[in-house]
């Protein structure tokens, strides 16, 4: 236990100061300072996670980032889906749209729902292109895709990050999973970038879903906890 706690301080430390030649933005130093709280934490006796009351029938674990493979011939593979909201999955519509939810629709920026895939790898497409995989053959990564844009026609920062929203996904109106907490620069809940005006930028959030589920999605469910309410968002497949 003292061995990990001191490796995830030792990691911070080198990264957040560095040998005078790494300079981090200030999204990097927010992402980092965060992911070595949260292992703290976790490795805390008296810790009690915060989200423990809302969602239960799905355990969630905390998953780290390493930098993709050399070998330019691995490809991802997976289902793939173009996803519109299904009325048959829930016809109570939210009391807030998502960009609302994610309390970034006052700041002039709008998001969309941009389909789904289902893979044990995924990288992010930005540099420097850092990646996750699934180590259980057993486990699949459901990646949600989202498009964010500067609907001003002024260069703007959405900052999601500092919202502290939780997200939960129902697949096929039966299990719920929590999403993955990330360094992925593309991860929509540590989303903290800089637009031009009228720009958009893609967002993922991450779940782990069990491999049953490759192939056989029939309808999704989204839901965004923030600010003492939640708003869930329901997408079937095509």
Request: charged share 25%.
């Amino acid at each position: 236990m003292r061995k990990r706690l001191c490796v995830a301080l030792c990691a911070a430390t080198v990264l957040l100061t560095g040998c005078g030649a790494v300079e981090l933005t200030d999204r990097e130093s927010d992402l980092i300072a965060e992911y070595a709280a949260t292992v703290l934490l976790k490795h805390s006796a008296t810790y009690q996670p915060k989200l423990q009351d809302y969602v239960v029938e799905v355990e969630t674990t905390t998953i780290s980032s390493t930098l993709p493979s050399p070998d330019l011939s691995e490809t991802q593979s997976g289902q793939t889906g173009q996803n519109k909201p299904n009325a048959s999955v829930s016809t109570e519509a939210p009391a807030k749209s998502l960009p609302e939810a994610l309390g970034i629709a006052q700041d002039g920026f709008g998001i969309e729902y941009a389909g789904y895939e289902v893979v044990q790898k995924y990288t992010d497409a930005r540099p420097p292109q850092l990646s996750i995989q699934v180590k259980d053959s057993n486990q699949r990564y459901l990646v949600l895709k989202f498009q964010i844009t500067n609907q001003s026609e002024e260069e703007k920062e959405c900052d999601i990050l500092s919202k502290k929203r939780s997200y939960r996904c129902r697949v096929n109106d039966t299990e719920r999973f929590g999403s993955q907490m990330t360094m992925l620069l593309d991860d929509l809940s540590t989303f903290k970038e800089t637009f031009s005006a009228k720009e958009t930028k893609q967002a993922v959030l991450i779940f782990q879903i069990p491999e049953k589920y490759e192939g056989d999605i029939t309808g999704l469910s989204l839901t965004v906890k923030g600010d003492e309410e939640s708003n869930t968002y329901s997408y079937g497949t095509e």
